[in-house]
T-cell receptor
Framework: AQKVTQAQTEISVVEKEDVTLDCVYE???????LFWYKQPPSGELVFLIR??????QNEISGRYSWNFQKSTSSFNFTITASQVVDSAVYFC?????????????FGTGTQLKVEL | EAGVAQSPRYKIIEKRQSVAFWCNPI?????LYWYQQILGQGPKLLIQ????????DSQLPKDRFSAERLKGVDSTLKIQPAKLEDSAVYLC?????????????FGPGTRLTVL
């Protein structure tokens, strides 16, 4: 069975600090996709980034960057120069083929609080 | 482009009552998903539709939950009768084809409270 672990339950930072959210996954598939979603207090899950298992190149998109390492089964997400609007719950998810379809297996989320 | 729409946003019922949720996916998306998110947890897939057919309902408590997507567009999720443990946010998502690589886009969710 596939599993996603987000060991950090809650992180508090002061605005403009950098923050890294950790994600460790387990899968037997050789082809898989990893995602990060943001869930603000309004409740909607907002898609942030997607990575496939064949591309370990780390990228930066604006204030967001991610570090994908297959050797350690980790897919960490970093916000640079955090802002109050970044306060939300962040979920890491793993996409797997399931019963002819596909489903996302989510971690338990990390609550990020950015304070002034 | 309009996102995934859901209604109602909030619902409060008493146990043993029935409730229904509605979802309209992003236009052109063939695949529709219903997830249940209990407070403090990540979302869990309940059912996946490809057009108007069920692809995966292995996690759906079929004794009380039902879902349909009759014309391959809108979908309804019903709970009858509700239990206290059904209190959760019910999230609808859609994707273009339903492949592993596809990004799932989520609606705002319906927060259900069962008293």
């Amino acid at each position: 069975a596939q599993k996603v672990t987000q060991a950090q339950t809650e992180i508090s930072v002061v605005e403009k600090e950098d923050v890294t959210l950790d994600c460790v996954y387990e899968t037997r598939d050789t082809t898989y996709y990893l995602f990060w979603y943001k869930q603000p207090p309004s409740g909607e899950l907002v898609f942030l980034i997607r990575r496939n298992s064949f591309d370990e190149q780390n990228e930066i998109s604006g204030r967001y960057s991610w570090n994908f390492q297959k050797s350690t089964s980790s897919f960490n997400f970093t916000i640079t120069a955090s802002q109050v609007v970044d306060s939300a719950v962040y979920f890491c998810a793993l996409s797997e083929a399931s019963g002819g379809g596909n489903k996302l297996t989510f971690g338990t989320g990390t609550q990020l609080k950015v304070e002034l | 482009e309009a996102g995934v729409a859901q209604s109602p946003r909030y619902k409060i019922i008493e146990k043993r009552q029935s409730v229904a949720f509605w979802c309209n996916p992003i236009s052109g998306h063939a695949t529709l998903y219903w997830y249940q998110q209990i407070l403090g947890q990540g979302p869990k897939l309940l059912i996946q539709f490809q057009n108007n057919g069920v692809v995966d309902d292995s996690q759906l408590p079929k004794d009380r939950f039902s879902a349909e997507r009759l014309k391959g567009v809108d979908s309804t999720l019903k709970i009858q009768p509700a239990k206290l443990e059904d209190s959760a946010v019910y999230l609808c998502a859609s994707s273009f084809r339903g492949r592993e690589a596809d990004t799932q886009y989520f609606g705002p969710g319906t927060r259900l409270t069962v008293l």
